[in-house]
Structures are given as structure tokens and as C-alpha cells.
């Protein structure tokens, strides 16, 4: 039971959550001039330095406005997982909550956002020698035969995640090869198990069409503001184009462009498709909770404001 003050009281936060470019950050940052919130980030690219543009952080001055948490934590060659992201967000709940405020957790990556709440999953460690043999499978097979694999075992996992996503594809396969349960299953018993946390969990859901014109625009203003020049710098600065890292969107996107595979226009359509596709997988994921309170943010704001008021006046 995480507690407050070395009380049996269960620590309350809020949730913020929902796909790619929806407004979970202008709404956060709203919110904290009604109430006493900092912001834990639960984005699987903030964590990293040196990655501003692309990862869509908040900027220095907003982050003046209000404390914000996990992020610029790694450089963009450290490893980072969700154990991580649990350890140091859990702290940063407790850190929050003897500051008399509330935490409030905001981001897109469900994975973290569920081991936060829940802890990680029960599932077989590492395998290095079935990593390996994967690997060359890959090698032998091509870009997306890992996929095309985890499609077989764990379809459900597989639709959640984009064919280049290999590292989340390979620990799919290692985990089902290892003990004969698709990872998807291991995930939805554990979706069950109570948290230990009191939890308000907003999701922000625009109609399709409006979040699909959002990602291009972003797409757009990403460029301008130099996410090709950001690129350019991380692999000036000696930083590996295979990092993982630098394969999420975005920055793939940029490399491809830089080492000549693609021009800059296709290059900007790639990553606006890539975004799109991944918002649709982000949804697949958060509609699987049925704990969640969807919103439209911009319309709806003062029914946030009564929801979270209410929440907190109750504990």
C-alpha cells in the first residue's frame, strides 16, 4: 500500500492520458494554475537529453510554470526501461506528496504509465542466447519478419506495435518462447490487479479527423523549429543512427533524409504517417482500461475542473 505521511491513506495522482498530439501537455499545464500539481512525465522518449524537438517536451519556460519530472534523465546511449521509469516515478510520487502536492502523471506510453500504477508484469527475464538467435532471424529474413512473427504467437501485441519497434518485438517473442503465454495475455491479468494508488485517469480522445490534422501540423512546426537540425547534431555529437533512440519516429525519419535514403518531402510524409499510425496504436492500448474518463480537453475543461475538484476534495 503506498501511503502518505507513514499512513495507511493510499497516495492519490493524477492521470493524464491519451495518443500523440491531443493536448495532454496544454491541459496539464492548465491545470496547474487551478491546482498545486507537478508533473510526472510518463513519455518513453522525454527521458532522454539532447532530444527536445522530437520528443514534443515541454519547453524551459513551461517548465518554469510548473515542476516536471522524468525528464532528461538519460543520454539517448543509456538504456532506459520501465522498471526505471517505475523506481524513479514512484519516488517522485512519494517526493510530490510530502511537498502537499499532486502528482500528476502525463504522457502517451501506456506501458509506463500501467507499471506505475500496477508495477511491472509478471513475466520470464532476459534471454540473451534467444535474442541473439532472433536477431539473426531478422538478418535472414528482412525488416518486419520479427513481426510478421510476433503476428503469429501474440496478434494482439503484435497490432499494438509498429514492424520496426524491435526492441518491444523481441521481448514479445522472448517472453512467449520462454514460457508459452502471449505477452498480451500476461498484460491483460495484470491490467487486474488493483493499484495501490487512489486514481483519477482522464483520457484525451479528439475525433479522429482533428487529431489527424494535429500530428501533420505538429509535423510541420517540429521542422521549423529544427528537428532535421537536432538530428544532425545527435549524430555530429557521436551518437549511433542505431541507438533506440534515435530508430523512434521522427528522428528514423530525419537519419533516412540526412544519409541520403529519402528526400526531405518524403521524409516529413513518413513521419506524419508514422505518427498517425502510432496515435491509432496508443488508442488500442488506453481503450483496453475501463477506468478511464474520455474527454475532449479544449471543449470540455471546466468538466475536467470539476472532476479533479471533486477528487481531491473526497480523499
Known sequence: MATV???EQPLSLLVIC?????????????????????????????????????????????????????????????????ADFVQLGRTALEEITARNHLPLVAG?????IEAL??????????????????ARWEEQHGPDSLHRRLQTVDPVMAARLAPRDRVRIVRALEVFYQCGQPLSELQSRHAKVRSPFRVITIGLAPQRELLYERIDRRV????????????????????????????????????????????????????????????????????????????????????????????????
Open 18 to 82: 491519451g495518443p500523440t498530439a491531443s493536448g495532454k501537455t496544454a491541459l496539464a499545464l492548465q491545470l496547474a494554475e487551478h491546482f498545486p500539481v507537478e508533473i510526472v512525465s510518463a513519455d518513453s522518449r522525454q527521458v532522454y537529453r539532447q532530444m527536445d524537438i522530437g520528443t514534443a517536451k515541454a519547453t524551459v519556460e513551461e517548465r518554469a510554470r510548473v515542476p516536471h519530472h522524468l525528464v532528461d534523465v538519460v543520454d539517448p546511449d543509456q538504456d532506459f526501461t520501465a
Open 220 to 315: 510541420e512546426v517540429m521542422m521549423a523549429a529544427g528537428l532535421l537540425a537536432e538530428t544532425e547534431l545527435l549524430l555530429a555529437r557521436g551518437y549511433s543512427a542505431d541507438l533506440k533512440a534515435l530508430q523512434t519516429i521522427g528522428y528514423r525519419e530525419c537519419v533516412n533524409h540526412l544519409t541520403g535514403q529519402m528526400s526531405l518531402e518524403e521524409a516529413v510524409s513518413l513521419i506524419q504517417r508514422n505518427t498517425r499510425r502510432y496515435a491509432k496504436r496508443q488508442m488500442t492500448w488506453f481503450k483496453r482500461n475501463n477506468q478511464i474518463i474520455w474527454l475532449d480537453s479544449l471543449r470540455e475543461f471546466a468538466k475536467v475542473l470539476k472532476l479533479i475538484d471533486h477528487f481531491t476534495m473526497s480523499q
Open 5 to 7: 505521511f507513514g499512513t
Open 117 to 134: 500504477l500496477r508495477g511491472l508484469v509478471d513475466a520470464p527475464g532476459a534471454d540473451p542466447a534467444l535474442r541473439q538467435e532472433l
Open 108 to 112: 502517451g506510453t501506456g506501458l509506463y
